[in-house]
């Protein structure tokens, strides 16, 4: 996604000079399009990832709109105390960028593992957390969002080629994607392991269950009663994340149907247990932690079974 995105990035710089983009050394083959057309408008500040959200909400209270690039754990743990009372305290715009959400850095293991970046951003109240499901989407929410007031995190994955059938990069400001019109379940997903909910939904129609995908690409605290919506007409609804399995989406489903007394059953597929050292490809680590396609399709028809009147 971060190509496309950059491009589009740049597209709107051509129409705003607020707009300038800050990198703690990485993005070498995707950040060129920006720092060649706007040279003085790109700042590599080094291996200094708090003092580079230090320099971004200084720009944004001169009325710059700063994006920040780094990879997952760079952007957000390193300077989350710079996020909360700098951007956030001051409800400026500071934009972050966040390459490789889930296990997008697979064999690099832990530290470049996006796992808790959604869980931390979401409890702070006006934080945009935007995790598009492909570089389509990832485009348009852009456009969507880029001006807004308070911060935005883009959470954004490293695949620029495959994108998510249906979804044609369709995104709204608080409201969720749907694929499909099924109701036997319903599997929401958020971000890239969109691909994995969507292959469950077909392996589950290859066996007779006809189902939905509900796609979260932007959190926001607006956005809750959109969510109960849609969770209103599902009896058992499976979450799918590459993130820790508390605090994440998961997590936020879960408060939706209990804060609105929905029946409907909710199992959250996500990480739950600390890698400890182990690393492999995103395909492998997806495997080891139950969020494959097909581990989430098996979780599904076992609990449709399990279901009263089944």
Request: proline share 5%.
């Amino acid at each position: 996604m971060r190509r496309p995105f950059i491009r589009t990035l740049t597209e709107l710089a051509r129409k705003d000079e607020r707009i300038v983009l800050l990198t703690a050394d990485l993005g070498f083959m995707a950040l060129e399009t920006f720092s060649e057309s706007f040279p003085d408008r790109f700042f590599n500040v080094g291996v200094s990832e708090q003092n580079m959200m230090g320099v971004a909400t200084g720009l944004a209270e001169a009325g710059f709109i700063p994006f920040v690039y780094s990879i997952v754990p760079f952007a957000v743990l390193r300077p989350y105390e710079f996020i909360r009372n700098g951007p956030m305290d001051h409800a400026l715009p500071v934009r972050i960028i966040g390459i490789g959400g889930g296990f997008d850095y697979g064999t690099n293991g832990i530290s470049h593992y996006g796992l808790e970046d959604i869980g931390i951003l979401r409890i702070l109240p006006g934080m945009n957390i935007v995790a598009p499901a492909d570089h389509l989407q990832a485009c348009e929410a852009l456009k969507s969002t880029w001006n807004l007031p308070m911060p935005v995190y883009y959470r954004l994955g490293k695949d620029e080629v495959n994108t998510i059938a249906g979804l044609d990069g369709r995104f709204e400001f608080a409201i969720p994607q749907l694929i499909g019109k099924g109701t036997d379940i319903l599997i929401v997903s958020i971000g890239n392991v969109t691909n994995e909910a969507a292959e469950a939904l077909k392996i589950l129609e290859g066996r007779g269950v006809q189902g939905t995908l509900m796609v979260v690409s932007h959190i926001h605290d607006s956005m809750r009663d959109n969510l109960a919506d849609v969770l209103k007409m599902f009896c058992l609804a499976i979450t799918v994340e590459g993130h820790f399995v508390n605090g994440g989406l998961g997590s936020l489903i879960s408060e939706v149907v209990a804060e609105n007394g929905l029946p409907c059953k909710v199992l959250r597929c996500g990480v739950r247990t600390f890698p400890n050292g182990l690393s492999g490809s995103q395909s492998c680590m997806h495997t080891l932690n139950g969020i494959s396609g097909r581990q989430i399709a098996e979780k599904g028809l076992e609990l449709l079974g399990k279901m009263p009147g089944e």
